[in-house]
């Protein structure tokens, strides 16, 4: 079968709010031009144990809201990297299933944990639905049910995204480039700060800074209504 995973070289820089409009001016000055903005929802489902995790895999169900809506299937295989977050990644969206990719995320995780999925998923418009499906699969455990709103920017094959998290988790600067080489020459020439480096994901991040709560609690970052009817306002504009 052809190779049908591509690969992720990420780093993330936390920023306050008030420098989104700096940095969105920095990206087009060095020729990135505005893609779209959307509510992001990721429910990140784990084996009991959390067996994915251990075994190196995030599968991650995104459902987005912007102009189009949509769920993202993605399932992320970690590298070990010392300097940067490397995966390799097979994704489609519900709107354009692939059977290739679905087969070959299948095999990912007959291999590694011992399930797979049913086609039945895509018959789904929800994360709740998903979620009914995932439980009776044995996926029990909930490894992130965050919420984001998205500011995406695009350089050649580089990806830079502003990100936006409810209840004061934080704000960053993401960037996505097919090699170590591009990433870290776009961290030099944005002058990024070394010390807002931020190396964990984002769940580990809202865990992180949700430590002192229940463990339940810790996994889970959401808008309010209103402000999540904000920023489909923003989607909107």
Do not use: W
């Not at 993605?74 to 087969?103: C, M, P, R």
């Not at 009776?136 to 709103?149: P, V, W, Y």
């Amino acid at each position: 079968m052809k190779n049908l995973e591509t690969q992720e070289c990420e780093l993330k820089y936390e920023i306050e709010p008030t420098k989104i409009s700096y940095f969105e001016s920095l990206l087009i000055q060095h020729g990135a031009f505005f893609l779209t903005s959307q509510l992001e929802h990721d429910y990140v489902p784990d084996l009991k144990d959390f067996l994915c995790r251990k075994s190196g895999l995030l599968l991650r169900f995104r459902q987005i809201t912007g102009r189009t809506n949509d769920i993202l299937l993605t399932l992320k295989i970690k590298y070990q990297s010392t300097q940067i977050q490397h995966y390799g990644e097979l994704q489609y969206q519900f709107s354009d299933v692939n059977a290739e990719i679905f087969q070959a995320i299948n095999t990912q995780l007959m291999e590694k944990v011992g399930v797979d999925l049913p086609e039945s998923i895509h018959q789904m418009n929800d994360l709740h639905g998903l979620q009914v499906i995932l439980e009776k699969l044995g996926f029990t455990e909930n490894r992130a049910n965050i919420e984001k709103f998205r500011r995406m920017y695009q350089k050649g094959q580089i990806v830079f995204t502003i990100d936006t998290f409810p209840e004061e988790m934080g704000t960053f600067l993401e960037i996505e480039a097919p090699t170590q080489e591009e990433l870290l020459f776009m961290t030099q020439l944005l002058a990024l700060d070394e010390s807002h480096l931020e190396k964990k994901d984002y769940g580990e991040i809202i865990r992180f800074k949700k430590q002192d709560l229940p463990e339940n609690e810790q996994r889970v970052c959401l808008f309010t209504q209103e402000e999540r009817e904000d920023y489909q306002k923003q989607v909107v504009d």
